[in-house]
């Protein structure tokens, strides 16, 4: 049976409401973070808003704060939001060929972490409706969590604080933990990825590298080498 979009929009409204939920707590920070650069309630609803990169705008505002030039501003923004060409790339791959170049465009706009991890995992094609609606729920919360931080975040504990950052981590491993423990291809992939991003952050050397550079280079030495020792079969990409 042939799914509509209003299907997969709801679909993906429904399945983006955890990762609003998240996007509330975490962004709270984010809020409290504005307030200490300068930024008044309605700058920082809009660059959240607009911004779909929780990384991005933390480092905006240091760089905000510190008063670089625009210039600081675009090359940190590239690097460490470079990320989300790869995976871009990849759900290019799961989507029909002939969807439309606006329907890509917005597709590529709504893709964070969490709606990337949600979307790769559906089985066979994806409609970039199903996208469409978790970011609908999505990135509205992640504004409203900003603006809570702004507004109220003087009033509650440090402890509180910190611990509505761990959130987002909460929600990555809702996202990963569930097609790790129905394929061990991908427990594998976890692991290792795991284990590798604690040498980057530990070892000398290797700590220097950015994060965002860091993320690039782990993302195509693990999937490329997970995609030349597991390789999927190319019928399976075209079930509907």
């Given at each position: 049976?042939?799914?509509?979009?209003?299907?997969?929009?709801?679909?993906?409204?429904?399945h983006?409401i955890?990762?609003?939920?998240?996007?509330?707590?975490?962004?709270?920070?984010?809020?409290?973070?504005?307030?200490?650069?300068?930024?008044?309630?309605?700058?920082?609803?809009?660059?959240?808003?607009?911004?779909?990169?929780?990384?991005?705008?933390?480092?905006?505002?240091?760089?905000?704060?510190?008063?670089?030039?625009?210039?600081?501003?675009?090359?940190?923004?590239?690097?460490?939001?470079?990320?989300?060409l790869?995976?871009?790339?990849?759900?290019s791959?799961?989507?029909?060929?002939?969807?439309?170049?606006?329907?890509?465009?917005?597709?590529?706009?709504?893709?964070?972490?969490?709606?990337?991890?949600?979307?790769?995992?559906?089985?066979?094609?994806?409609?970039?409706?199903?996208?469409?609606?978790?970011?609908?729920?999505?990135?509205?919360?992640w504004a409203?969590?900003?603006?809570?931080?702004?507004?109220?975040?003087?009033?509650?504990?440090?402890?509180?604080i910190?611990?509505?950052?761990?959130?987002?981590?909460?929600?990555?491993l809702?996202?990963?933990?569930?097609?790790a423990?129905?394929?061990?291809?991908?427990?594998?992939?976890?692991?290792?990825?795991?284990?590798?991003?604690?040498?980057?952050?530990?070892?000398?050397?290797?700590?220097?590298?950015?994060?965002?550079?860091?993320?690039?280079?782990?993302?195509?030495?693990?999937?490329?080498?997970?995609?030349?020792?597991?390789?999927?079969?190319?019928?399976?990409?075209?079930?509907?």
């Amino acid at each position: 049976m042939i799914e509509t979009h209003g299907t997969w929009y709801r679909r993906g409204l429904r399945h983006g409401i955890p990762i609003g939920i998240g996007y509330v707590a975490v962004s709270f920070t984010l809020g409290i973070a504005a307030k200490v650069s300068g930024l008044t309630v309605g700058q920082a609803v809009w660059m959240s808003l607009l911004n779909n990169t929780s990384a991005g705008e933390f480092a905006a505002l240091g760089i905000i704060a510190a008063g670089a030039p625009y210039l600081e501003m675009a090359f940190t923004q590239a690097i460490i939001n470079l990320r989300y060409l790869l995976m871009s790339c990849a759900l290019s791959q799961k989507i029909a060929p002939q969807t439309p170049i606006w329907q890509r465009l917005l597709m590529g706009y709504t893709i964070t972490d969490e709606v990337f991890g949600i979307s790769v995992s559906v089985p066979g094609r994806l409609d970039p409706f199903y996208c469409f609606g978790a970011m609908s729920i999505a990135a509205p919360s992640w504004a409203l969590g900003t603006c809570l931080g702004i507004l109220v975040g003087d009033a509650l504990p440090a402890r509180a604080i910190s611990a509505l950052s761990v959130a987002l981590y909460g929600m990555f491993l809702a996202v990963i933990l569930p097609p790790a423990r129905k394929e061990r291809a991908i427990a594998v992939v976890v692991a290792v990825s795991m284990a590798l991003s604690a040498l980057f952050a530990w070892l000398p050397g290797l700590s220097g590298i950015s994060s965002g550079m860091r993320i690039i280079l782990l993302t195509v030495l693990i999937s490329g080498a997970a995609a030349l020792c597991c390789p999927i079969k190319e019928e399976s990409a075209d079930e509907a």
